[in-house]
T-cell receptor
Framework: GENVEQHPSTLSVQEGDSAVIKCTYS??????FPWYKQELGKGPQLIID?????GEKKDQRIAVTLNKTAKHFSLHITETQPEDSAVYFC???????????FGKGTTLSVSS | DGGITQSPKYLFRKEGQNVTLSCEQN?????MYWYRQDPGQGLRLIYY???????QKGDIAEGYSVSREKKESFPLTVTSAQKNPTAFYLC???????????FGSGTRLTVV
């Protein structure tokens, strides 16, 4: 089945710096790659997603890039702010396309 | 407003007891999912259902059971066979193509 690896597990940056989180997936048939942000004690919330027919997608300070050949995708956050501090999860569609398989998460800390 | 509701937010169970976690959505989504979250483990898929009266096991289904009698509802029962049930449980729903995957706010289950 699908396996998603996420790195790094923790990331600390200064306010205003950029942050990059990377994920790799195993199943070349996966075609949907969302990113979620989870604040303490809450459920994850979708922040951006990309489908396999697109190489890059941007939404204000957040961007996602996808390299299907290498089977990896990345989240880029520019001009980080303290409120960006949270746990971020990447995911990929399962082999059967019936559920999302998640990475183990990255704890991002933005200090002012 | 459309959304997905999990209840209760906190649940305490004695060893050897079964307990049922509630999940209701009014997003008109066909598919619903249960994930378990443990520190450093990410989100692991327990069960999912793409249509009413049908559901499939995920990666860690042992010790859990579900039902899908209505489109809006997907309750999860944690049975006494689950050896380590203390965790944060998340319910989600989506279209069948996995787009719009929306999470509830979670139930924290503690075995005492």
């Amino acid at each position: 089945g699908e396996n998603v690896e996420q790195h790094p597990s923790t990331l600390s940056v200064q306010e205003g710096d950029s942050a990059v989180i990377k994920c790799t997936y195993s199943d070349s048939a996966s075609n949907y790659f969302p990113w979620y942000k989870q604040e303490l004690g809450k459920g994850p919330q979708l922040i951006i997603d990309i489908r396999s027919n697109v190489g890059e997608k941007k939404d204000q300070r957040i961007a996602v890039t996808l390299n299907k050949t290498a089977k990896h995708f990345s989240l880029h956050i520019t001009e980080t702010q303290p409120e960006d501090s949270a746990v971020y999860f990447c995911a990929a569609s399962s082999q059967a396309g019936t559920a999302l398989i998640f990475g183990k998460g990255t704890t991002l800390s933005v200090s002012s | 407003d459309g959304g997905i509701t999990q209840s209760p937010k906190y649940l305490f169970r004695k060893e050897g007891q079964n307990v049922t976690l509630s999940c209701e959505q009014n997003l008109n989504h066909d598919a619903m999912y249960w994930y378990r979250q443990d520190p450093g483990q990410g989100l692991r898929l327990i069960y999912y259902s793409q249509i009413v009266n049908d559901f499939q096991k995920g990666d860690i289904a042992e010790g859990y059971s579900v039902s899908r009698e209505k489109k809006e509802s997907f309750p999860l029962t944690v049975t006494s066979a689950q050896k380590n049930p203390t965790a944060f449980y998340l319910c989600a729903s989506s279209t069948r193509q996995l787009y719009g995957y929306t999470f509830g706010s979670g139930t924290r289950l503690t075995v005492v």
